[in-house]
């Protein structure tokens, strides 16, 4: 357990669909991540929230739209997927910046059918 | 192009032997090295740092080495159990306001006993 939960953890979901995927750390953290994991791949950070602001977005496509409400949240919110982006998805925090020790999440394992 | 390799895929080890993990990497800014640890179904743990200003850190079992000079790094771990088994991420970061990681693609370790 470290501290930060993941919702859902599988999701299968139609090209045409909308939905959301959750993240909530319970640590104190201030900033927080998230990434994509595709089998062979490293991990790709997507976006970086930092005191609820969005700091950086990683050349991410616009069908993957991120929510931070609060130092504590963070949700990741799909449209119009394609089947190329099932892929783990993984939500990480850390403490205020700078801080390169990121605890993270269980993750969502998404499938776009 | 990857900054941050994992030139194997797996590795197999005998219970108590020694584990050696390999990391290269190719941005010479990148001052702070992590790996991190991954059971199927869960999400990375952090498992050991390194900052650029040393060449050796030791956490129990477990030790990181750093050659500057030819941009590698090293995790040893010894004596290995087969709770060790898992798949291990090399990350480096070059600071910055959010201190972002760049994960290497994973070496999946198998400890048998």
């Known amino acids: 357990e470290t501290g930060v939960t993941q919702t859902p953890r599988h999701l299968v979901m139609g090209m045409t669909n909308k939905k959301s995927l959750k993240c909530e750390q319970h640590?104190?953290?201030?900033?927080m991540y998230w990434y994509k994991q595709s089998a062979k791949k490293p991990l790709e950070l997507m976006f970086v929230?930092?005191?609820?602001?969005?700091?950086e977005n990683n050349s991410v496509p616009s069908r993957f739209s991120p929510e931070c409400p609060n130092s504590s949240h963070l949700f990741l919110h799909l449209h119009t997927l394609q089947p190329e982006d099932s892929a783990l998805y993984l939500c990480a925090s850390s403490a205020a910046d700078p801080s390169y020790e990121q605890y993270f999440g269980p993750g969502t394992r998404l499938t776009v059918t | 192009d990857q900054q941050v390799k994992q030139n194997s895929p797996s590795l197999s080890v005998q219970e108590g032997r020694i584990s050696i993990l390999n990391c290269d990497y190719t941005n010479s800014m990148f001052d702070y090295f992590l790996w991190y640890k991954k059971y199927p179904a869960e999400g990375p743990t952090f498992l050991i740092s390194i900052s650029s200003i040393k060449d050796k850190n030791e956490d129990g079992r477990f030790t990181v080495f750093l050659n500057k000079s030819a941009k590698h790094l090293s995790l040893h771990i010894v004596p290995s159990q087969p709770g060790d088994s898992a798949v291990y991420f090399c990350a480096a970061s070059s600071g910055g306001s959010q201190g972002n990681l760049i994960f290497g693609k994973g070496t999946k370790l198998s400890v048998k006993p």
């Open positions: 640590l104190g953290h201030n900033a």
């Open positions: 929230y930092n005191f609820k602001e969005q700091t």
